[in-house]
């Protein structure tokens, strides 16, 4: 009985970890050759899309994250590798606006408000990405977050019908993101139960052109 249990128990805890290296990998080998690091060698295109995150982190302390993504949409776009940004966070209340604050900071650092398009309702990478292709009719398009999140967006961008690139803003160091990047273990499953389930955007909404 208790050599039954124990089989049971390994192979429970097994398929879990399994699926957690399968996703990881599958996410990886999609990913490679795709994301850029260097602004000279980056294709360009005509819209680079910032993924939102949160300018300061729960204690107050300011975001790294958020920093270098601000970073690495600046000099894309002064080294001509964009000619506009699209701006996909949260808006989840009237405290919370991603869009409009990373917005401010880009206009702050020289890139014009008319070159910025702002999606408020770009509440995950799959409505970001889902977005971008049925609201702002792109069909292709250079991500801006940090490697392992471009690597993600750009196999969602891949399953809906949508060409990208990922430019990699600056990481953080392994001890320093270590939540971060555990999560996107867990994160990158849910790429497949979305997939598997269908699952949609929480708001589309009317078209919008970028011009």
């Known amino acids: 009985?208790?050599?039954?249990?124990?089989?049971?128990?390994?192979?429970?805890?097994?398929?879990?970890?399994?699926?957690?290296?399968?996703?990881?990998?599958?996410?990886?080998?999609f990913g490679e050759g795709?994301?850029?690091s260097s602004v000279q060698e980056v294709p360009k295109n005509k819209v680079g899309l910032i993924l939102?995150?949160?300018k300061k982190l729960k204690g107050g302390a300011p975001n790294p994250y958020y920093a270098n993504r601000i970073t690495a949409t600046i000099a894309l776009y002064k080294a001509g590798k964009i000619d506009y940004v699209l701006v996909s966070g949260d808006n989840g209340s009237i405290y919370y606006n991603e869009p409009t604050t990373i917005k401010n900071d880009l206009v702050d650092q020289g890139i014009p408000s008319e070159k910025i398009f702002l999606d408020y309702a770009g509440f995950r990478t799959l409505d970001s990405m889902v977005r971008a292709k049925e609201v702002f009719g792109l069909n292709e398009l250079t991500v801006i977050s940090q490697k392992f999140?471009?690597?993600?967006?750009?196999?969602?961008?891949?399953k809906n019908d949508l060409k990208a690139?990922?430019?990699?803003?600056?990481?953080?160091?392994?001890?320093?993101?270590?939540?971060?990047?555990?999560?996107?273990?867990f994160a990158r499953v849910k790429v497949f139960i979305d997939l598997?389930?269908?699952?949609?955007?929480k708001f589309i909404g009317d078209k919008i052109k970028i011009e």
């Open 165 to 185: 690139i990922g430019f990699n803003a600056e990481d953080i160091s392994l001890e320093s993101g270590l939540k971060v990047q555990f999560r996107e273990y």
């Open 52 to 54: 939102g995150t949160a």
């Open 196 to 201: 598997i389930l269908k699952t949609r955007p």
């Open 1 to 29: 009985m208790k050599s039954k249990l124990l089989k049971f128990t390994i192979v429970a805890l097994s398929i879990p970890l399994l699926a957690l290296i399968i996703c990881n990998y599958i996410i990886n080998s």
């Open 34 to 36: 795709k994301t850029y």
């Open 149 to 158: 999140h471009n690597e993600r967006a750009i196999y969602l961008a891949y």
